[in-house]
């Protein structure tokens, strides 16, 4: 397996405009994460699915921020509209859930966003 | 609260042991994890210990585990300057439906020739 696969590598926009980032996770993970990692917070979750759902979205830092995982292996983080400091490397995870297992995450190479 | 905290920086010399500690408060945590990430990367899981076990030891890794002050450390014997980078504690909290991986800030480990 290729490891988590995330789309783009880079971005740069401008305010106001629509950022879509991509997430295609390992093959038959149950669970996906989606992080934003500054200098300032540090590493954040901001939303994870179990099995295409949302469960627990409680970190997405406003309503411009959505998340959609319409399949096993595909899942979009939007910002709609985008904002300097939305500038971030974002990350998606994906584990596996074996009961009583340590559930390793395994990281995408990450989005750095540049909203200008 | 669930919390991890680690210190933010650590130096040290090539060949010297490096130790990198960390501080959570969820008792009730099953594992407890240490990821890397080297410049550019994404994070990479390193090691990780069972909240029933004191130690674990993995070639140049050593974790040390104390359930009951909450600490966490890794020592990395003979540090190489492959070995900088940014560690990252991390537990698994049973709360919030069982995936809450909580990470600490992670410790910038700089090996200077």
């Known amino acids: 397996d290729a490891g988590v696969i995330q789309s783009p590598r880079h971005e740069v926009t401008e305010m106001g405009q629509e950022v879509t980032l991509r997430c295609k996770p390992i093959s038959g993970h149950d669970y996906l994460f989606w992080y934003r990692q500054t200098m300032m917070r540090g590493l954040e979750l901001l939303i994870y699915?179990?099995?295409?759902?949302?469960?627990?979205d409680s970190g997405m830092p406003e309503d411009r921020f959505s998340a959609k995982m319409p399949n096993a292996s595909f899942s979009t983080l939007k910002i709609q509209p985008s904002e300097p400091r939305d500038s971030a490397v974002y990350f998606c995870?994906?584990?596996?859930?074996?009961?009583?297992?340590?559930?390793?995450?395994?990281f995408g190479p990450g989005t750095r966003l540049t909203v200008l | 609260g669930e919390d991890v905290e680690q210190s933010l920086f650590l130096s040290v010399r090539e060949g010297d042991s490096s130790v990198i500690n960390c501080t959570y408060t969820?008792?009730?945590?099953?594992?407890l994890y240490w990821y890397k990430q080297e410049p550019g990367a994404g994070l990479q899981l390193l090691t990780y210990?069972?909240?029933?076990?004191d130690m674990k030891q993995d070639q140049r890794l050593t974790v040390l585990l104390n359930k009951k002050d909450k600490h966490l450390s890794l020592r990395i014997a003979d540090t190489q300057t492959g070995d900088s980078a940014i560690y990252f504690c991390a537990e698994k909290s049973i709360r919030n439906y069982g995936q809450n991986f909580v990470f600490g800030p992670g410790t910038r480990l700089s090996v200077l020739p």
């Open positions: 699915f179990n099995n295409n759902v949302p469960i627990d």
């Open positions: 210990i069972f909240s029933n076990m």
């Open positions: 995870a994906s584990t596996p859930m074996v009961a009583g297992g340590p559930n390793e995450q395994f």
């Open positions: 969820d008792s009730s945590s099953t594992y």
